[in-house]
């Protein structure tokens, strides 16, 4: 999710969900409880989803995908070789942290490694918090 080009309030953000099909029961568990807008190619299965939830989720369908109709993969080929559900949830995860530290312009591999990541606040993790706090650490030193 990236609105900076609308004027959106909310921080780019990149998520990925293992799920081990894109039928319309894995989309309706990850969206449990969700009403918004969601940004989606153009898969049937988020039209049923849509139609099914009386309203509450409105699709906007993503303009660079909608032509093709094909899921967005990440590392396709790297994560074949995650070896079990559970490597593939860690990959969605590590593919996550990465994408959103690249969105806000961090160095990924040093937003994995810093000691900070080993925190147990999430709000302390979120790339533009851990950002502004990178910053007024170098501000303050300097």
Request: one cysteine or more; glycine letters at 12%.
């Amino acid at each position: 999710m990236d609105d900076r080009p609308w004027g959106g309030p909310s921080p780019p953000a990149v998520a990925y969900v293992f799920a081990g099909g894109r039928g319309t029961e894995e989309i309706a568990g990850q969206l449990t409880d969700f009403s918004g807008i969601l940004q989606v190619d153009g898969y049937a299965a988020y039209k049923e989803l849509a139609r099914g939830h009386g309203g509450a989720i409105q699709l906007a369908f993503c303009l660079a995908h909608a032509r093709s109709m094909r899921p967005i993969a990440m590392g396709r080929r790297n994560s074949l070789f995650s070896g079990s559900e559970g490597g593939a949830e860690s990959w969605a995860i590590l593919s996550s942290i990465v994408n959103t530290a690249k969105l806000h312009e961090l160095d990924p591999q040093e937003r994995i490694v810093s000691g900070q990541t080993k925190s147990h606040q999430l709000h302390e993790l979120l790339a533009w918090n851990w950002k502004a706090a990178r910053e007024r650490i170098a501000q303050a030193a300097a």
